[in-house]
């Protein structure tokens, strides 16, 4: 089984890429935002790790501040008093990103022991960032022109072109994403191009 992480800018297309992995090859797909939300709920070590940080620096008096009514993080109250600063989004960053690391070195290395699946398809925005090219087989970046994701992003989620620079101006150059992935997936044209980029990489492993 081969662990592949698979990054690239917001609106670059990641989900119809993902959707056509998990429809046509023997494969677990695991999402980083979706981790980290699942791991930020009661039950799991995360979130109590979080809420002891939040009250000892200070940002909430009381865990009781940033709880709905079933004791879940309230995703609007964490926006007002932790994300609001810089100070906050490194505090819960510095908790989250590890937490997720962990969970997915031990789930790959369970996929690997019960043997069922040909890859593991991690996909992270800051998949870089948190150097996980240290730990993944391959890594794979999906360009898209900044216009075509601007286009995207703009239609399809209504974004403002302020908010897309802003966007733009706090990821990765494109540079650093060539230069530290193993595999390019072009995403400018038809998703039948883009999904015949993919099964050549995956069929041609003998080229590797």
């Known amino acids: 089984m081969e662990f592949i992480g698979i990054t690239g800018g917001v609106g670059a297309g990641k989900s119809a890429i993902l959707a056509y992995l ?15 939300k699942e791991l930020m709920e009661p039950g799991h070590q995360c979130y ?40 906050g989004r490194m505090l819960v960053n510095s908790i989250v990103h590890p937490a997720v ?18 890859y593991y398809f991690f996909e992270a925005a800051l998949l870089l960032e948190c150097e996980y090219e240290k730990i993944c087989d391959e890594i794979w970046y999906i360009f898209t022109t900044q216009d075509n994701r601007r286009a995207r992003l703009k239609s399809s989620r209504g974004y403002s072109d302020e ?6 101006a706090s990821q ?13 997936i072009d995403n400018n044209r038809s998703l039948d191009y883009t999904f015949e980029q993919i099964d050549k990489r ?7």
């Open 22 to 36: 998990s429809q046509n090859y023997k494969c677990k797909i695991v999402m980083a935002d979706d981790l980290a």
């Open 202 to 208: 995956l069929t041609d492993r003998g080229d590797l």
């Open 48 to 87: 109590d790790d979080l809420l002891d940080a939040l009250v000892r620096e200070g940002f909430i008096a009381s865990s009781m501040e940033i709880l709905d009514g079933d004791d879940y993080l309230d995703r609007s109250k964490m926006s007002e008093i932790v994300f609001a600063s810089e100070k």
């Open 163 to 168: 908010r897309v620079d802003e966007i733009f």
């Open 172 to 184: 990765l150059d494109e540079k650093v994403f060539r230069m530290k992935s193993d595999f390019v």
């Open 101 to 118: 690391k962990d969970w997915i070195v031990a789930d790959v290395a369970a996929a690997r022991e019960e043997g069922a699946l040909d």
